[in-house]
């Protein structure tokens, strides 16, 4: 088994830390990991993205252009990597600020409102856990007890107070996920 | 203390094994993508722990000549930077190497010429391979492809530099210095407490005084140094190579690349042997010294040779000096930051047999 994932969206979406939870995640469960952060110029420029592999296999390149799942959490990041998807593959992607939708036939499109859930309970801090939360659902790869365990290894201590909202959240984000093809509008 | 397994980028591994080596002191100045070195031993504080001095100087300049200082009273000492920034320390470095005091030097290197761009690159090969400063000199550079070779390097790097009481560096780039990858750290060395005999560290009556200087106005003195160290270097070569295989018995083509390039070349292999392209890979781990005579074996039993680098072409000439015209050599890479895909170096793998 062997899945190349990017996640990609605005900076300060939680983008590289819900790729380092999974990260953390991978390396409990005994898997090869690799976290590869866009740390350029166009990080600066407001978006952030991260390849991130989990593995049962030495992993041989960490840098990828294309991919098993993209996660997706704004329209640039869309727009730039929805033909990055391999055939057969998975987007899942936030309603939020979307005015283009996915439009390939080729892959399985999974659409999560997080970030209107995450508003809506007042949990916008752990919007990125609805997210990974949908992930899980719909890729059961990584366990929710070695998620909760990846979070506190990446985690300052003083933030432990907040692992459950965390799982909170992750278990929200399991329910909230439809396929595009079940969502309206 | 046992070994510890972590998650961490390349910058934090080279850091924390730094401290875990035992490092008496490291000297740097910020610059991207490298930056976490410094951050993180900073955080890291070992001054309160193993007494490690970690200081932020006030250039690189400074930062060289701080580890040239530190390596002449015979302690284990460090700096690191990135392209543009390595080469303001070249004039320390000439006068670490021609002064004969170990250190490692730390680049994380990004793309050039100049000030160039902050992404990953291997631009900076010549730079540390032939030279870089003034002078006949080499550092033996050590190429990490992996953030558990980050670590490893840190004290095999030290070992080395002490063994030759030369100058090693580590030569890496901006996607294995930023990406995080597990590692096994080692336990905690204890930082030595032995006066090496020809540190300056104050005379005792009980010997005469050590002279630390790259300085001889006697030409025909400093040809017999020169010479001297060409016997060194020579030495390393006899001792000191290091590379690793893939796929390399059955092989008709070879790729040869080190570093984030050999990563690359790991996933193109795959995929050319999935299409029944019967390709290997060489990955020199010493890029100083050169797997020059494994190259040239390899040579006598394959039908090219082709060196992927994120450069214009620059190990590619080691290549072809090793393999001395015995087989085909070519050059793929990509420049200024941009790196290739598998798929990109696998299509120009394909061209290359076609000839």
Redesign the interface.
């Known amino acids: 088994m062997t899945e190349e994932i990017v996640i990609a969206g605005f900076g300060g979406q939680g983008v590289l830390s819900m790729g ?1 939870i999974m ?2 995640s991978g ?1 409990m469960q005994d898997m ?6 866009s ?3 166009e990080m600066r420029g407001g978006t952030a993205n991260v390849n991130v592999i989990l593995s049962d296999e030495r ?7 294309s991919f098993d799942t993209a996660i997706i959490l704004n329209q640039q990041s869309l727009d730039k990597f929805e033909h990055a998807v391999k055939p057969g593959g998975m987007l899942i992607y936030d309603g939020n600020g979307i005015t283009r939708h996915p439009e390939r036939k080729d892959i399985t499109v999974y659409r999560i409102d997080a970030a209107e859930e995450a508003s809506k309970l007042k949990m916008q801090k752990v919007f990125n856990m609805f997210v990974l939360g949908g992930f899980m659902k719909v890729k059961p790869i990584l366990k929710t007890e070695y998620v909760i365990k990846g979070l506190k ?2 985690l300052p201590e003083r933030y432990h107070s907040l692992i459950p909202m965390n799982e909170d959240a992750i278990k929200r984000g399991m329910e909230l996920i439809r396929l595009k093809s079940e969502c309206i509008g | 203390m046992e070994k510890e397994l972590r998650l961490m980028k390349g910058n934090e591994a080279i850091a924390e094994a730094a401290i875990r080596a035992g490092a008496d002191g490291y000297f740097g100045y910020p610059i991207t993508p490298q930056s976490e070195i410094l951050e993180y031993l900073m955080e890291a504080n070992p001054q309160t722990t193993t007494g490690m001095v970690v200081l932020q100087a006030e250039s690189e300049v400074a930062a060289i000549n701080m580890v040239y200082g530190g390596a002449a009273c015979g302690k284990k000492v460090m700096t690191s930077s990135s392209s543009p920034g390595i080469s303001l320390k070249q004039e320390g470095i000439t006068y670490i190497a021609g002064a004969e005091l170990p250190c490692l030097i730390v680049n994380v290197v990004r793309g050039g010429p100049g000030l160039g761009t902050i992404q990953p690159a291997q631009s900076d090969y010549f730079q540390a391979t032939k030279g870089g400063g003034h002078g006949d000199y080499h550092l033996l550079v050590l190429a990490p492809s992996s953030v558990q070779e980050m670590a490893d390097f840190v004290e095999l790097g030290f070992d080395l530099a002490f063994k030759y009481r030369n100058p090693v560096m580590i030569l890496s780039d901006g996607a294995i210095g930023q990406m995080m990858e597990k590692v096994w750290l080692k336990p905690q060395k204890k930082r030595s407490e032995e006066i090496l005999p020809w540190a300056t560290t104050g005379k005792p009556a009980s010997r005469p005084r050590n002279i630390i200087t790259s300085l001889d106005l006697d030409p025909e003195r400093q040809e017999k140094f020169n010479f001297k160290l060409i016997a060194k270097y020579r030495e390393m070569e006899e001792n000191e190579v290091r590379f690793e295989e893939f796929m390399t018995d059955d092989a008709e083509y070879i790729f040869v690349a080190y570093g984030t390039s050999a990563r690359l070349c790991q996933k193109a292999l795959q995929l050319a042997r999935a299409e029944g392209i019967k390709a290997g890979l060489l990955r020199p781990i010493t890029l100083f010294p050169y797997p020059k005579k494994r190259l040239n074996e390899l040579a006598d039993r394959v039908k090219g040779m082709l060196a992927v680098e994120m450069s214009a072409g620059q190990m590619v000439e080691d290549v072809m000096l090793s393999v001395n015209g015995k087989t085909r050599v070519s050059h793929y890479g990509r420049m200024g930051g941009m790196i290739p895909t598998p798929d990109e170096v696998l299509e120009n793998m394909k061209s290359f047999i076609k000839g």
């Open positions: 380092k990260a953390y390396m090869e990991v690799s976290w590869m952060p740390y350029g110029p992993i041989s390149s960490p840098i990828l252009r290894k990446s």
